[in-house]
């Protein structure tokens, strides 16, 4: 199991402070959507030349033009780069297609996939390196997670890696845990934290164990 920060509220240069004070208990960073939005591939690139020993994923949430986007993370630095469950098939073998030549990874975000279990079966036969469940902020607010569709799709996937995302925190991580995910994504359970340093070690413990 691999734990990823997700930083999405912050610039470049406070994204690389926060990196610099968790980076011993973190396997992957993300360029949050909203940074991308806010400071465009310039933030992978300044995150990958600062922390080169770290895998950086660029949340671009892609929804077209897929092959073209990969590549261009791909030429920032990006070790991953996110698509969405909802784009055409076209644009995910596309994506998986130009990460395969560059080297990189596709990870499938399902926020929105009304039928989850089919959807994840298609996607997985499509060669996708991760499928993430995923709780956006939006629906966060109104007291949902995704900790049930981490089972329905551990039940149907059969070749990618498995991914949870959204509202993970300390006191809810042990419930993700047991459901052994290969990527576990958190944001705010971290970011949010008075000590970011202690919680981002205290999960790398937990999931360590798990
Ligand atoms: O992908 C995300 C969200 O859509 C905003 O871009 C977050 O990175 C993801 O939800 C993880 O962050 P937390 O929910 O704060 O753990």
């Known amino acids: ?3 990823q920060l997700a930083l999405d509220l912050v610039n470049i240069p406070q994204a690389i402070e926060l990196v610099k004070e968790v980076e011993d208990h973190i ?8 940074v991308v939005i806010n400071e465009g591939l310039h933030a992978v690139k300044a995150v ?3 922390f080169p020993n770290l895998k950086v994923l660029a949340d671009l949430k892609i929804m077209d033009a ?3 986007e990969v590549m261009k993370a791909a030429e920032a630095g990006a070790d991953i780069v996110t698509i969405l469950g909802t784009a055409e098939d076209m644009s995910i073998k596309g994506a998986v297609e130009e990460a395969k030549k560059q080297g990189k ?6 926020i929105a996939v009304k039928d989850l279990a089919g959807r994840a079966k298609e996607v997985d036969a499509m060669g996708v390196d991760y499928i993430c469940v995923h709780t956006g902020y939006d629906l966060q607010a109104v007291g ?5 569709d981490l089972q329905t799709i551990k039940g149907v996937v059969k070749n990618a890696k498995t991914a949870i995302a959204g509202g993970i925190k300390l006191d809810t991580l042990p419930e993700v845990i047991k459901v052994q995910p290969d990527l576990v994504i958190v944001g705010g359970g971290i970011t949010g934290q008075a000590d970011k340093k202690a919680a981002a070690a205290k999960m790398q413990q937990m999931i360590n164990q798990g």
Do not use: C, R
Request: a negative charge.
């Open 1 to 3: 199991m691999e734990l």
């Open 27 to 34: 396997d992957i960073v993300e360029i949050g959507t909203p």
């Open 48 to 50: 990958k030349e600062a």
């Open 66 to 68: 897929a092959g073209y």
């Open 105 to 110: 990874k596709i990870l499938v975000d399902m």
């Open 144 to 148: 949902k997670n995704s900790f049930e």
